[in-house]
């Protein structure tokens, strides 16, 4: 799991997952070269609407031998930034959605968006839905990206960090109704198991307003 704190990282990662080096002398790229490729690339005419996430992803290795990677690519976009319930709204997160979706599907990702998700359901059904469409099949790679609040409580010691839908309290004024309404990261976890893809990587852009709270 990624929890993102600045764009070099997120722009960084996303590279290197977008442009896999197999071993070699390949892998002596500088990060900021391959950065600035996929940063070039974005900018290049999309694949076609009926192609996306079907095109199978292959690499030559050092001996010339076509290498094929992954049979389909997916992802799934969350962006929530309408917040109702005692949190400041963020409204950069639909610009940050509109370029991660336009950058994956430049290169062959199928995107699925949710925006605004109202409360832990809807989470739930987007993550456990998507895995379900895509995450069985072995030979794909996926890619989850969420942007909104993530603030980090403090329970008896230990930290737990939580991804926010709109419609959750904050913890400073409500914190039983938090706890009954953010999705954990421990949930996120039980998604990764789920997952019999063999490549799957979570980005978490999250701003962490109230990472001060605590249950004792």
Same mark, same amino acid.
């Given at each position: 799991?990624?929890?993102?704190?600045?764009?070099?990282?997120?722009?960084?990662?996303?590279?290197?997952?977008?442009?896999?080096?197999?071993?070699?002398?390949?892998?002596?790229?500088?990060?900021?070269?391959?950065?600035?490729?996929?940063?070039?690339?974005?900018?290049?005419?999309?694949?076609?609407?009926?192609?996306?996430?079907? @095109?199978? *992803?292959?690499?030559? &290795?050092?001996?010339? %031998? +076509?290498? /094929?990677?992954?049979? =389909?690519?997916?992802?799934?976009?969350?962006?929530?930034?309408?917040?109702?319930?005692?949190?400041?709204?963020?409204?950069?997160?639909? @610009?940050? *959605?509109?370029?991660? &979706?336009?950058?994956? %599907? +430049?290169? /062959?990702?199928?995107? =699925?968006?949710?925006?605004?998700?109202?409360?832990?359901?809807?989470?739930?059904?987007?993550?456990?839905?998507?895995?379900?469409?895509?995450?069985?099949?072995?030979?794909?790679?996926?890619?989850?990206?969420?942007? /909104?609040?993530?603030?980090?409580?403090?329970?008896?010691?230990?930290?737990?960090?939580?991804?926010?839908?709109?419609?959750?309290?904050?913890?400073?004024?409500?914190?039983?109704?938090?706890?009954?309404?953010?999705?954990?990261?421990?949930?996120?976890?039980?998604?990764?198991?789920?997952?019999?893809?063999?490549?799957?990587?979570?980005?978490?852009?999250?701003?962490?307003?109230?990472?001060?709270?605590?249950?004792?």
């Amino acid at each position: 799991l990624w929890s993102v704190g600045a764009c070099p990282i997120l722009w960084n990662t996303l590279a290197a997952y977008l442009f896999p080096i197999p071993r070699g002398p390949l892998r002596h790229i500088p990060s900021k070269l391959l950065l600035a490729l996929a940063i070039l690339l974005f900018t290049l005419p999309a694949f076609g609407a009926e192609t996306r996430g079907v @095109k199978r *992803v292959e690499i030559k &290795t050092s001996s010339g %031998e +076509t290498v /094929g990677l992954y049979e =389909e690519s997916h992802a799934l976009v969350i962006g929530v930034s309408d917040y109702t319930n005692g949190w400041p709204k963020l409204p950069g997160v639909r @610009k940050d *959605v509109k370029a991660v &979706t336009a950058a994956l %599907e +430049t290169h /062959g990702f199928n995107v =699925e968006v949710v925006v605004d998700a109202k409360d832990y359901m809807a989470l739930d059904q987007a993550f456990t839905g998507f895995i379900r469409r895509h995450g069985r099949k072995p030979e794909n790679r996926l890619l989850f990206y969420f942007a /909104g609040h993530g603030p980090t409580i403090k329970n008896y010691g230990e930290e737990m960090g939580y991804i926010i839908p709109t419609t959750s309290p904050n913890p400073n004024r409500d914190l039983n109704g938090f706890l009954d309404s953010a999705m954990d990261m421990q949930q996120i976890e039980v998604y990764a198991k789920r997952i019999r893809s063999k490549h799957a990587l979570f980005l978490l852009d999250t701003c962490l307003l109230f990472s001060s709270v605590s249950v004792d």
